[in-house]
């Protein structure tokens, strides 16, 4: 757990070991990490802050998706960012969870949170506009929260030019378009949750008890505009992909179809040619060319001739 006390005689917030107490100005940052800190409702509650039980449970909930609720004293806002890890080229999302109380905000999040933890050191470092109430300091973290997921556009645009490389190209057979829709479902799941996070950002500014100052609310729409925009990514995206796996499919029937008409042209040529050593094949004693002298080559003559012309044939229908 750390504590932080923002007020107005100090440059930069002060990190205490304990406190008793909210500040009658400023106000306090209580952040708990959400294994280690499991009991982190008991400090909140030693500082008058009653909590609902179902609320601290949504707190401590992994799997929580983005979610506003209220109580008449304080708001609850759950909002999923965007976790370090990657695995096998799947990004992955975890909640945290901000209850804003008059004078005093409480942060519970995974121990491993980048946003948080970026934002805590930009005040500590007094880099950067400082706070001036709770609602400020939940922006300056969600603001962190959506620029990682607006940062995650490029190379999700990079993977998707390099797919788009190996499927349509000619030169190549690939299988991995299973791996092309596998990242649209990763889309998919990118759109809903920025519709969840825009649904609780919304309904919080919407009505919260909060005193939102102007400057305070235009900076929470440019947020939502920020959600909004990654949203349409997402929707973007996934139309490449269904775009892309129909040129894929095109351009593997039409390689089928390339190979269908070569083949095709090599029967009809050796067709008659067959037709020809097949007579010539047959085992009757009265067959007069098999006793011309040049008949052999006669017929070799003949066969190639047939071929050539067949071949000349097809090349001016534009048949191959």
Not at 61 to 76: E, V
Not at 159 to 178: G, V
Not at 180 to 206: F, G, P, S, Y
Not at 260 to 289: C, H, K, Q, W
Request: aromatic share 10%.
């Amino acid at each position: 757990m750390d504590i932080l006390l923002f007020a107005p005689e100090y440059g930069a917030p002060r990190q205490l070991d304990q406190v008793d107490a909210r500040p009658d100005t400023g106000f306090l940052w209580l952040d708990f990490t959400r294994d280690p800190d499991t009991n982190w409702h008991e400090t909140v509650e030693r500082l008058g802050g009653k909590l609902h039980e179902g609320h601290v449970r949504d707190s401590l909930n992994p799997a929580h998706p983005s979610f506003f609720d209220s109580t008449r004293g304080y708001d609850m806002v759950i909002f999923r960012g965007l976790a370090p890890e990657v695995k096998d080229e799947q990004f992955s999302t975890h909640p945290i969870a901000f209850f804003l109380f008059d004078h005093m905000l409480v942060t519970v999040r995974p121990e491993d949170s980048r946003s948080v933890r970026s934002v805590k050191e930009r005040m500590l470092s007094q880099s950067g506009r400082q706070p001036a109430d709770p609602a400020a300091l939940m922006h300056l973290i969600l603001n962190a929260m959506v620029d990682r997921f607006l940062a995650l556009r490029e190379p999700l645009t990079r993977q998707m030019e390099y797919w788009t490389e190996r499927l349509i190209d000619p030169r190549r057979r690939s299988d991995k378009w299973f791996r092309v829709m596998n990242h649209r479902k990763q889309l998919r799941r990118l759109e809903i949750l920025c519709d969840e996070q825009e649904d609780a950002i919304v309904t919080w500014r919407d009505s919260t008890r909060q005193e939102l100052g102007e400057g305070l609310f235009v900076r929470y729409t440019d947020l939502l505009e920020h959600i909004r925009r990654v949203g349409k990514f997402a929707i973007g995206q996934q139309h490449e992909v269904e775009g892309l796996m129909q040129l894929h499919f095109s351009a593997v029937a039409h390689r089928t179809n390339e190979i269908m008409r070569l083949l095709t042209v090599l029967s009809a040529i050796f067709l008659p040619l067959t037709l020809i050593a097949g007579i010539y094949g047959m085992n009757f004693d009265n067959m007069p060319e098999l006793h011309s002298r040049n008949g052999y080559f006669l017929t070799l003559a003949g066969m190639l001739l047939l071929a050539v012309g067949l071949l000349a044939w097809f090349r001016w229908k534009k048949w191959f």
